[in-house]
Structure formats: structure tokens, C-alpha cells
């Protein structure tokens, strides 16, 4: 999976945006963040719950991990573009932007 592949996948989403957080891409629904590309987008990141990333992290651990520190305690989680498949990457996408978008 490449950035690209990640950008589509999350612009696929109904209502979403792409803006800029902090000198780097974020998607947003609604002005929400639920998304983002790192710096010189070598990999993404998506905000779940706690409970969504450890199901995510237990099911393709080499695909998904914690953010290091109190990000990733809290869900935000790494998307590793190398060994990501878009079978995967788009069912926590999507999750992250449900956590976020409104009813």
C-alpha cells in the first residue's frame, strides 16, 4: 500500500476532506480528524478506540501498531504502508471515520 492508496481509501468515505494538521496531511468528516499521513507520508495513522486497535493490532500485527505513548494508549494507531493490504486498512478506516463523523 502506498500513501496514495491510503489518501483514496480515506477520501472514499462520505463527507470527507483532506486538510493539513501540523505541517502533514489529515482526513476529516465534519471538521473532525479521523486520519492522518505522517510527515513525508511514509505511513498513516487512524484514530480508533482502544478496544477497536487492540482488535486490529491482535488480527494483522504487522500492519497495525500503537502509537507510541499516550496517543496510541488512546487508540491512534499506525497504518506500516509496506506491509498494509487495502482489505485491511479499509475496514479501520472506515472505523475510525464512524468514531468521529455524526449521526
Do not use: Y
Not at 6 to 27: C, K, N, S, T, Y
Not at 35 to 41: D, F, I, N, V
Not at 43 to 51: F, H, I, Y
Amino acid at each position: 500500500m502506498t500513501a496514495d492508496d491510503f489518501r483514496q481509501l480515506a477520501l472514499g468515505l462520505p463527507e470527507v476532506i483532506e486538510g493539513a494538521h501540523m505541517g502533514h496531511p489529515d482526513f476529516r468528516v465534519r471538521g473532525k480528524i479521523f486520519a492522518t499521513l505522517s510527515p513525508g507520508e511514509v505511513w498513516g495513522m487512524v484514530k480508533l478506540t482502544p478496544e477497536q486497535q487492540a482488535v486490529f493490532v491482535r488480527e494483522q500485527p504487522d500492519t497495525f501498531q500503537p502509537i507510541k505513548g499516550a496517543w496510541g494508549r488512546r487508540g491512534c494507531t499506525q497504518v506500516v504502508f509496506e506491509k498494509a493490504r487495502k482489505t485491511h486498512v479499509r475496514p479501520a478506516l472506515a472505523a475510525a471515520w464512524q468514531n468521529v463523523a455524526p449521526e
